[in-house]
């Protein structure tokens, strides 16, 4: 079994920032896309950004200049820096792990607030 574990989420006023993280672990034998999703009340769950085995990242459009997600392979590990958030920012978010030859892994979700 593969778990991946979340940690990071919290609440924070709009323009703050946080860091999300997650720590995959179990029977991994290959690695692929590692991102994240996240998903508000009331919506679906919603891409939000993925990095590859090369680093090459794609972002939504609502995050690109104020998230960087980086990865270490060795580690299993991915984070996520959140910057400049906005109140609809606010959402459960889920890390994601392409590994054992295209099987989706997800972690539990970490809440985060963005409220004043």
């Known amino acids: 079994q593969v778990q991946l574990v979340e940690s990071g989420g919290g609440s924070v006023q709009p323009g703050g920032s946080l860091r999300l993280s997650c720590a995959a672990s179990?029977?991994?034998?290959?690695?692929?896309?590692m991102g994240w999703h996240c998903q508000a009340p009331g919506k679906q769950r919603e891409f939000v950004v993925r990095?590859?085995?090369?680093?090459?990242?794609n972002y939504a459009d609502s995050v690109k200049g104020r998230f960087t997600i980086s990865r270490d392979n060795a580690k299993k590990t991915w984070n996520l820096q959140m910057n400049s958030l906005k109140p609809e920012d606010t959402a459960l978010y889920y890390c994601?792990?392409?590994?054992?030859?295209?099987?989706?892994?997800w972690g539990q979700g970490t809440p985060v607030t963005v409220s004043s």
């Open positions: 994601h792990l392409v590994a054992n030859m295209g099987v989706d892994y």
């Open positions: 179990g029977s991994i034998f290959s690695i692929g896309d």
């Open positions: 990095i590859n085995q090369l680093g090459i990242t």
